[in-house]
Nanobody, 113 residues
Framework: VQLQASGGGLVQAGGSLRLSCAAS????????MNWYRQVPGKEREWVGT???????NYADSVKGRFTISRDNVRRIMYLQMNSLKPEDTAVYYC????????WGQGTQVTVSS
């Protein structure tokens, strides 16, 4: 299993970014995938989840601003982040839970005020 997150960067408050998570080594279309984020010194925080049937749910802190989607043909999960706030600054990780957990390498998102 490999998960590779990309698309992070520096953006001003109110701006948008789209993160991608490229997946390989498993049957992507059948699994639920997750996004998490982590700020140094804090626990990793769940951001949202998308099921194999494209149903999604989100942490209250991002609901209405972030949208998770997936392309099962290209085996990519996306995190569209709009109306970004400085408190969204974190390293963002994609995650797969099976018999064990798998994590991508993370991508840094920095939102300036």
């Amino acid at each position: 299993v490999q998960l590779q997150a990309s698309g992070g960067g520096l953006v001003q408050a109110g701006g948008s970014l789209r993160l991608s998570c490229a997946a390989s080594g498993f049957i992507f279309r059948l699994v639920t995938m997750n996004w998490y984020r982590q700020v140094p010194g804090k626990e990793r925080e769940w951001v949202g989840t998308i099921t194999s049937s494209h149903n999604s749910n989100y942490a209250d802190s991002v609901k209405g601003r972030f949208t998770i989607s997936r392309d099962n043909v290209r085996r990519i999960m996306y995190l569209q982040m709009n109306s970004l706030k400085p408190e969204d600054t974190a390293v963002y990780y994609c995650n797969l839970k099976q018999s064990r957990e798998y994590w991508g390498q993370g991508t840094q998102v920095t939102v300036s005020s």
